[in-house]
């Protein structure tokens, strides 16, 4: 089997273990992080060390890639662009659950991930690096702009567009024809009738428009 890492080594990590342990086609090695001691061990797997360490496993021990394992759409940029920098050979494999149910004519590209129970309907496009969390749907003719994410439980109509970095967090509901601008985050449990501009955060039920964000803003840690 190919070898592989995983980078990051949080909770999302344990999720794309799961789903890399269930589909059988790669080796883990163990997990890259910048922030945890290395010898910790996350699932059973070592965390290596931090990306500088990517090109040695890439020469010494045959990996051949992994997979971006960081929730946060902005840090998950940042790190991808240092990979690609220290080692532009280096693979970004998709995670994508065995049960999730995804329509034929889809376009997905490099670094995403899906996870269980999540559905993408017919004519979707999902760009690099997005998330489609647990359970997550994305209607037809819809497109995902990359780096961005669905978080758990959401549920999104036809024809909408979700902007490059932009986060719909858990229990969102957005109906049809909608476009979400780029780096918004649109809050837990909101139904969303209406475009939502850029570098927004906007939430409730319908939702409203609160406050501008920063591009890097912090909007899940807490
Ligand atoms: C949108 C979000 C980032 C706002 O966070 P924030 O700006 O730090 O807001 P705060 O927690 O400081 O709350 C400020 C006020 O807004 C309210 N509020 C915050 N988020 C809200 C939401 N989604 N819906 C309704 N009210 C909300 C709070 O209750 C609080 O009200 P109060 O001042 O009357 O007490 C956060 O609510 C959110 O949705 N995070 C993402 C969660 C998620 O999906 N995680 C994914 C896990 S995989």
Redesign the pocket.
């Known amino acids: 089997m190919k070898k592989i890492v995983i980078i990051g080594a949080s909770g999302h990590a344990k999720v794309i273990i799961d789903i890399i342990e269930k589909r059988n086609e790669y080796q883990i090695i163990g997990l890259i992080d910048s922030y945890k001691e290395p010898s910790q061990k996350i699932m059973g797997y070592p965390i290596l060390g931090k990306e500088s360490l990517i090109p040695e496993l890439m020469e010494k021990q045959n990996v051949i890639g992994g997979i971006m394992a960081i ?1 946060d759409n902005w840090s998950r940029k940042k790190v991808r662009d240092v990979i690609k920098n220290l080692a532009p050979k280096f693979k970004f494999l998709p995670a994508i659950h065995p049960n999730a149910i995804l329509c034929n004519n889809l376009k997905i590209e490099p670094g995403v991930v899906i996870m269980a129970g999540v559905i993408v309907n017919a004519a979707s496009t999902i760009k690099e690096f997005c998330i489609l ?1 647990t359970n997550s749907s994305l209607g037809h003719d819809s497109v995902m702009h990359h780096f961005s994410s669905l ?2 439980s959401s549920a999104i109509g036809g024809h909408v567009s979700i902007g490059a970095f932009s986060a719909v ?2 229990g969102t509901t957005i109906i049809q024809n909608i476009t979400i601008g780029i780096h918004t ?1 649109i ?4 139904l969303v009738l209406k475009d939502i501009g850029n570098n927004i ?1 906007a ?2 039920v319908p939702v409203k428009e609160i406050k501008k964000r920063e591009i890097g803003e912090p ?2 840690a ?1």
Request: glycine share 24%; net charge positive.
């Open positions: 929730g969390n978080a758990p967090s858990m985050i809050g837990a449990g909101s955060i939430y409730g909007y899940l807490k």
